[in-house]
């Protein structure tokens, strides 16, 4: 259960902070969600990524379908991922996985030290 | 202990977002670009996505609307004329900023902030040529008046209310991709897109230091056979016959010319770089109502330039109370260019003038300080050029500015060793207002208002076709022309004194001109303006072959309407070709031809002479016609180092058709042997046929399929947002001018009836935008040679169902 809160929240918290901070708002958000929700690092490190994963994955999959891949399938060829679109938003989906991945990780090796 | 895991995993987190936040050469901030929420992604417009907006922007003085249409052109309604060029330039750098910012970059000399180092020949060019120094004259003539400065003033207000307006998120792709920001427009910098003009069409329309080294080689009278001043086929767009007043000025050659000049035998060890494409030329054509079917006249024109995504054009219309104006706006400057309002249409192309030369200058050393003018050492003034370069280190360049201009080439520019000092005395470094021309010439109405509206424009030199609907037309060459003695300026000159300066210019009224000919047409296709009674001299890089087939159906057209001049624009005739090939035909000795030249050679001969994208013909004849040419003008042109330019193709059929068996130039000087044509046009043939044959097994013999033509995005690096493999014919030297990547940047008829009924369509899309379905919507139009319908829209059709989105516009907040 707190796995899912962890992924939610991390995902919802990185999204409103996006509307003010710039991407690597995904790190703290991450970071502070694995700090209240405390979980083993592992579970955290996995959680946390997932919310990445979750909101840049989604995020991207859903305006792709909506802009018909137009420009995914360019910006897949100068990357370059052969000109796909699944490609690109799984490269987008692990690049935030990772951030908060490690982030959450962070958060939750502070909240044991105390 | 958990510390050192919590200081690991923080520094490995740490790390990631500082590595995915910067580019590593060319690979853009990984972290940045792809957050959906910051990055690429939120340039990928959904495919429903509404352009309609409410903004306030206190600099507006009443309230303005923006209607988009269907095909995204936006129809500006404002109160007043600076409302309107602030809503201009909002809506430009709205569609289009990324595309201004680095075009008037790459104008000022500034291409490695973008590029890096490898654009720094490029941008040494451009500063050695003094594009910034022209710009700065140019501002310093379009602020003086006050409606103009207003006018600038106002467009870089609305192109500024727009950069400030970005978030990160709202960033065009191109910045994200290349993680640069864009930076604030001014006047300077309209100035220096209109400068760029100035260089793409008139600073490779001289040759002087590619001259100077074939003056070495040739005699006086090879070198006029070779680069000829008037072609033998030349139809003029000033009608043949007409009479000229004589000369009012008469520039007076030096008497030490023939020996200073043009007996001296001097080499240019020197490179050009970026040498503008010659064919930045154009068609335009203007029909009488006498012609016409409904008895009202036609305007044509289309502009050859670079092809590109976002293209140069920008398709819009401007309305006041006062006045309306539609046609294609170039992003970074006010007005309409090229157009029609609801009196008038005009449209331009390229006067091919000569209007740039270089003067010879000796330093006192290396310092540059010094240089030896009118008998002492007098001191040139220096600008220290500063060039950024982006991952690399700041690059300084010194440039000594002579009485003459900035000179451009000395021993450290181009190449290395270079011992020769070039100063150019270019017109477009005079102060100047073009962009008023159009300011007037959006209003104009009549033609009393149209040559009020042009006679100030100095450079580049256009062919400004103009028709009215109360049934004038007319077509002026204008420009500011230097006055030149017989000779002058074709090479590079002395430059010890003021002996070789300009003497002055063309007066404005005897630039030439024609009105409403009997023969109820007009045409202007980058030929020699006038025949030899002209009394002025008149060098420049001339295309002839488009004229000659425009002026060819013109003659026997009658009844014309909208759908023969589409036909015509379309057009894919060779001209050159029907000239040519009966001497082919004739001296191709077809027993010393291989199995394959032999069929190749039918193919020539069943050709119906139309360079159409299935077109074999049209393939194998320009392979053995380039082939030819090698043949003939090689072992001449490559006595000098570099190698002299190969005379225009129309040169060369020309002196085939007059000279056929005993032409000099045939016979291969670096051979004990007298070769013939014959031997020459068979061993061409053989000779191609070998390529023929490979371009063949890759089924690529048609002509579409064999010169690919593309248009590319403004970084060509950036193929996959090219649009490649065009089915499209032609040539330079055909109506339907589309070579590789370079053509028809807009094709436009108007019809002047009452109600104007205009076509037009250009090879790109309204929104510069990769990530927008109006990126490259126009281009299948375009590559079928279909147009679409222009709208000039009217007040009160805001209920339109052509009107898909609505931006309003107020001072105020209207709540």
């Known amino acids: ?114 | 202990m958990r510390i050192i895991p919590f200081v690991v995993s923080t520094v490995i987190t740490a790390g990631l977002v500082f590595a995915l936040n910067k580019h590593w050469g060319i690979i853009p901030p990984m972290g940045k670009f792809l957050s959906p929420q910051h990055g690429f992604w939120q340039n990928a417009e959904a495919s429903d996505y509404d352009y309609s907006a409410d903004l306030t922007f206190p600099a507006l003085k009443g309230k303005a609307e923006v209607y988009l249409d269907e095909r995204l052109i936006p129809h500006i309604f404002a109160d007043n004329d600076e409302d309107l060029y602030f809503l201009q330039g909002y809506i430009h750098a709205k569609f289009r900023l990324f595309q201004m910012d680095v075009q008037t970059k790459a104008a000022e000399g500034r291409a490695c902030e973008i590029a890096g180092s490898k654009a720094m020949e490029w941008d040494r060019s451009q500063r050695r040529l003094g594009m910034r120094f022209a710009a700065e004259n140019a501002v310093k003539e379009m602020e003086k008046d006050p409606v103009s400065k207003a006018l600038y003033t106002a467009y870089t207000n609305g192109v500024n209310a727009y950069i400030h307006s970005l978030k990160e998120s709202e960033l065009p792709f191109e910045y994200k991709l290349l993680d640069i920001k864009p930076e604030e427009w001014s006047n300077l910098r309209t100035a220096l897109l209109l400068k760029m003009m100035a260089k793409q069409l008139s600073s490779g329309t001289e040759r002087d230091i590619a001259y100077t080294n074939a003056k070495k080689i040739f005699t006086p009278a090879d070198f006029n056979a070779a680069y000829p001043q008037v072609p033998d086929s030349l139809l003029p767009i000033v009608p043949k016959g007409t009479l000229f007043d004589p000369a009012s000025i008469v520039p007076v050659k030096p008497a030490d010319a023939d020996s200073l000049y043009f007996e001296k035998k001097d080499s240019m060890a020197l490179t050009e770089p970026d040498r503008p494409d010659k064919n930045n030329g154009s068609n335009n054509w203007v029909v009488a109502g006498s012609k016409t079917q409904s008895g009202s006249p036609i305007l044509c024109n289309d502009p050859h330039l670079e092809l590109s995504l976002p293209s140069i054009w920008f398709e819009m219309q401007l309305s006041t109370p006062t006045s309306s104006a539609y046609g294609v706006s170039l992003p970074g400057s006010p007005f309409i260019i090229i157009g029609f309002n609801d009196n008038i249409a005009w449209g331009v192309t390229n006067a091919q003038r000569d209007v740039k030369d270089y003067y010879e200058i000796k330093f006192k050393n290396d310092s540059r300080q010094e240089y030896w003018y009118k008998g002492q050492w007098q001191r040139t003034e220096r600008r220290r050029e500063t060039i950024k370069v982006k991952d690399g280190e700041t690059v300084y360049d010194t440039i000594a500015y002579t009485v003459f201009g900035p000179v451009m080439y000395d021993k450290s520019f181009t190449v290395p060793g270079n011992d020769k000092a070039l100063a150019v005395r270019w017109v477009a470094h005079d102060q100047s207002n073009e962009g008023f021309t159009f300011y007037k010439l959006n209003r104009a109405k009549n033609y009393d208002d149209y040559l009020d509206a042009i006679k100030t424009f100095s450079c580049p030199g256009q062919n400004f076709v103009f028709a009215s609907k109360t049934g004038d037309i007319a077509l002026w060459q204008q420009g500011k022309f230097p006055a030149r003695w017989q000779g002058q300026g074709l090479y590079v000159m002395p430059g010890e004194n003021d002996n070789y300066s300009w003497q002055g210019f063309i007066p404005q009224e005897q630039n030439p001109h024609a009105k409403n000919p009997e023969r109820g047409f007009l045409e202007s296709a980058n030929q020699r303006p006038v025949d030899s009674a002209y009394p002025y001299f008149i060098p420049g890089t001339y295309i002839t072959p488009r004229s000659v087939a425009i002026e060819h159906f013109l003659s026997t057209m009658s009844n014309i309407t909208p759908a023969d001049m589409m036909k015509l624009q379309n057009n894919y005739f060779s001209t050159l070709a029907e000239d040519a090939r009966p001497v082919l035909l004739k001296y191709v000795n077809e027993s010393a031809l291989n199995s394959d030249a032999k069929r190749y050679l039918d193919i020539v001969r069943n050709w119906n002479l139309e360079a159409d994208p299935a077109s074999k013909g049209q393939t194998v004849y320009q392979c053995w016609w380039d082939s030819l040419e090698t043949m003939i003008w090689s072992d001449e042109l490559s006595k000098s180092d570099p190698v002299s330019p190969l005379p225009e193709e129309q040169t060369t059929v020309e002196l085939l058709l007059k000279d056929s068996s005993s032409l000099k130039f045939i016979d291969n000087i670096n051979t004990p042997a007298i070769e013939t044509l014959g031997e020459l046009v068979t061993g061409a043939l053989n000779k191609a046929s070998a390529d023929l044959v490979k371009k063949e097994k890759e089924g690529r013999l048609e002509w579409a399929k064999f010169k690919e033509p593309a248009i590319y995005h403004l970084i060509k690096d950036l193929q996959p947002l090219a649009r490649k493999g065009l089915n499209m014919g032609g040539n330079g030297t055909i109506i339907n001018a589309v070579t590789k990547s370079h053509g028809p940047s807009w094709r436009m008829i108007v019809h002047l009836t009452e109600t104007t009924e205009a076509y037009g369509v250009y090879p790109a899309g309204q929104n510069g935008n990769p990530g927008s379905r109006f990126y490259d919507s126009f281009v299948d139009t375009w590559v079928k040679g279909e147009y679409y319908k222009l709208w000039m829209m009217k007040s009160g059709e805001e209920g339109d169902k052509r009107v898909k989105w609505t931006m309003k516009f107020n001072r105020v907040d209207s709540q």
């Open chain 1, 1 to 114: 259960m707190k796995f899912f809160v962890a992924i939610l929240l991390t995902a919802l918290l990185a999204l409103a902070g996006g509307l003010w901070f710039g991407w690597w708002i995904i790190a703290p958000a991450s970071f502070l969600v694995a700090l209240l929700v405390h979980q083993r690092a592992g579970k955290a490190f996995l959680s946390g990524g997932a919310g990445g994963m979750l909101l840049w994955g989604g995020m991207a999959w859903w305006i792709d379908a909506s802009n018909g891949s137009l420009l995914s399938k360019k910006v897949a060829e100068i990357l370059p991922l052969g000109g796909s679109p699944f490609f690109l938003i799984l490269v987008t989906a692990i690049i935030a996985g990772l951030v908060a991945g490690f982030a959450a990780l962070s958060g939750s090796y502070l909240r044991s030290i105390r």
